[in-house]
């Protein structure tokens, strides 16, 4: 499987969508765990799509 990346994050903090989205309000969300999920993911990501090039 070939993985590109096309475009990148504008680098948003995910508790802006958080707290325009109205579903979310009465939830309590650990926005600390989802930027470290956020950053984790883009890590592996990027390291797909690096993977690419050795080809």
Known sequence: MRYQ???EPDG???EEYYK???RFKSETIDIDA???QCRQDWA???Q???CNSAD
């Open 12 to 14: 948003t903090d995910p």
């Open 48 to 50: 797909l799509a690096s």
């Open 34 to 36: 989802v930027r470290k």
């Open 20 to 22: 325009r989205q109205r």
């Open 5 to 7: 990346i096309n475009a």
């Open 44 to 46: 592996r990501l990027q």
